[in-house]
């Protein structure tokens, strides 16, 4: 499997200042096949990657669709032209299989050699395929964000059959011709490595807005019965990988040693199976004690961390854990599956528990936490210092820049 390079961006405090005269002239294009927050992190990262590039100097674009999950389509007042200080362009899309927009080829063709870079995100999507075959026909270089698609699991789930087919035919070829492909931890980069496809990898952690506290009476004065009670809170898009039914099954063993928690879980996903979810917890005889939220966003999603005392997200696979970041900013403590890729920098900074998951272990990490005030406050003082210092928005926006710029100087040569 030779060809791998692997370029590890220094941390925030090696970086040199912006040349804010190069970056004036540094033109980047997004492509990405949702914006629709009914995504998750990837919806939301990218709104907080255009923000910190653009205030860093550099003219950004974001090539997107209209797609607000299965058979939706944004509203037009969902879809402005420019947003966190970059422009958008919004192709109609046809057919949810692989978020299909055809508008958003001639759009391509017509505009993307007057980008420097194109950062392509997410893999086994239509824009992506298209963006990064135009941007090798126009001879512009690009850079591929695989999103946790060539991890094992990423890999493995939905339709795996056709997706190592396309692997074969379609991805591979687009990530050997890449200039970088960018991974946003380590623990991703290694599973990807494992195909055995040449590529020039490259590791930069996604960044995170600094947040205002929150107010913890917005959420508490909606639950009353959360006061004076302990808060477990999961906070993520709901979706099989996430490893909610293991943590149900975990959080009942806890009821008759820790009667005062409860456990409160905020996200939305499909309504079958947020219904599966509500029905497992009814089974397990502790409906009454999980709060259910949905999605929670602004004051509504700072109160939830202001209010909670540990933070849990037992994946089976994260490629990066953007609510991970999130939650330790708020100076929560974690406890995190196995398959979250920054579980182990987090356990390593003494900011959280790293978890098999399976609901016995998930059960036990959580007692840990539950049952010493002194570890929760620790870890959480610990895990605040960790993440301002390694997952600032400003950090990401300085890595990123030096790919781009390295990426911009070397443009011409033959990347394939």
């Known amino acids: 499997m030779g060809g791998f390079s692997l370029s590890l961006c220094p941390p925030h405090s090696n970086l040199q200042p912006l040349n804010s005269l190069i970056l004036k002239t540094l033109k980047i ?17 990218i709104a907080v ?3 910190a590039v653009a205030e860093a100097g550099a003219k950004v674009t974001t090539a997107t669709t209209d797609d607000d999950g299965p058979g939706r389509r944004l509203a037009i007042n969902a879809r402005p032209d420019l947003v966190n200080g970059a422009k958008r362009f919004y192709a109609r899309k046809w057919f949810d299989f692989y978020s299909i927009a055809p508008g958003i080829v001639p759009w391509l063709w017509r505009n993307v050699r007057r980008f420097d870079v194109v950062h392509i995100h997410a893999l ?3 824009s992506s395929v298209a963006a990064a075959i135009v941007a090798r026909a126009r001879g512009v270089p690009y850079i591929i964000r695989p999103l946790g698609t060539l ?7 939905r ?19 890449s200039a970088a492909a960018h991974f946003t931890s380590k623990a991703e980069w290694d599973e990807a490595a494992a195909l055995g496809i040449p590529l020039r990898g490259v590791v930069i952690p996604l960044g995170v ?10 959420l508490l004065g909606d639950f009353p019965s959360l006061e004076g009670r302990q808060r477990l809170l999961f906070l993520s898009r709901l979706d099989p990988k996430k490893n909610v039914e293991g943590l149900l099954r975990a959080f009942a063993q806890l009821e008759r040693r820790h009667a005062r928690a409860n456990l409160v879980i905020a996200g939305n996903g499909p309504a079958a199976y947020v219904a599966s979810l509500k029905e497992l917890a009814r089974s397990l005889g502790i409906a009454q004690r999980v709060v259910w939220l949905g999605h929670v ?42 398959g979250v890729a920054i579980a182990k920098d987090v356990q ?34 610990r895990g605040k210092a960790f993440a301002e210092r390694q997952y600032s928005a400003r950090a990401m926006a300085e890595r990123l820049i030096a790919l781009y710029e390295d990426i911009r100087s070397r443009r011409g040569t033959n990347v394939a």
């Not at 849990?312 to 990066?320: I, Q, R």
């Open 49 to 51: 990657m255009e923000a």
């Open 159 to 177: 339709r795996p059959w056709l997706k190592r087919l396309s692997l074969a035919v379609i991805e591979g070829p687009i990530i050997r011709a």
């Open 151 to 157: 991890t094992t699991y990423g890999v493995s789930q």
């Open 297 to 338: 966003e602004g004051p509504r999603k700072s109160a939830a961390f202001a209010a909670a005392d540990a933070f849990v997200l037992p994946s089976f696979s994260e490629n990066f854990g953007i609510a991970v970041v999130e939650a330790l900013l708020a100076g929560l403590p974690c406890v995190l599956g196995r």
């Open 124 to 126: 086994f999507s239509f």
């Open 209 to 218: 807005e600094e947040q205002q506290p929150g107010d913890r009476q917005v």
């Open 29 to 45: 294009l997004y492509v990405i096949p949702s914006v629709s927050h009914v995504h998750g992190g990837p919806s939301h990262v």
């Open 348 to 381: 390593k900074a003494g900011a959280g528990l790293v978890t098999a998951p399976e609901p016995d272990a998930i059960a036990q990490a959580l007692e840990q936490l539950l049952g010493d005030d002194a570890l929760r406050r620790d870890m959480g003082a």
